[in-house]
């Protein structure tokens, strides 16, 4: 069973950083398709933040281009989120998702880490 864990949420003021980890069980990071991390603010849908793939490939979202970096350590099978220059509307919770191959394509999700900023 698949299990992710995201740590390292909190309140920061605008301009600040934090660093998000979610932490796998059950799979091995280092064979998944791709890691994720969404972020879903109040009354709004959730939105894909960045993915790292299996070949170390990254990808974000507009909004946090040139701000937000998705790592991976696969000695941990951890991966994280550092987010500099925070601004209010990164306000949301933060998940993290694994996309791996399982009689098909399956996406599994953490429970999400709080973020909020202070202006």
């Known amino acids: 069973q698949v299990q992710l864990v995201e740590s390292g949420g909190g309140l920061v003021q605008a301009g600040g950083s934090l660093r998000l980890s979610c932490a796998a069980s059950g799979i091995s990071i280092f064979n998944v398709i791709a890691m994720h991390w969404y972020r879903q603010a109040p009354g709004k849908q959730r939105k894909l933040v960045a993915t790292?793939?299996?070949?170390?490939?990254?990808n974000y979202a507009d909004s946090v281009k040139g701000r937000f970096t998705i790592s991976r350590d696969n000695a941990k099978n951890t991966v994280c989120l550092q987010m500099n220059s925070l601004k209010p509307e990164d306000t949301a919770v933060y998940y993290c998702?694994?996309?791996?191959?399982?009689?098909?394509?399956?996406?599994?999700w953490g429970q999400g880490t709080q973020v909020t900023v202070s202006s």
């Open positions: 998702a694994a996309t791996y191959s399982s009689s098909g394509f399956k996406t599994d």
């Open positions: 790292i793939t299996s070949g170390d490939s990254t």
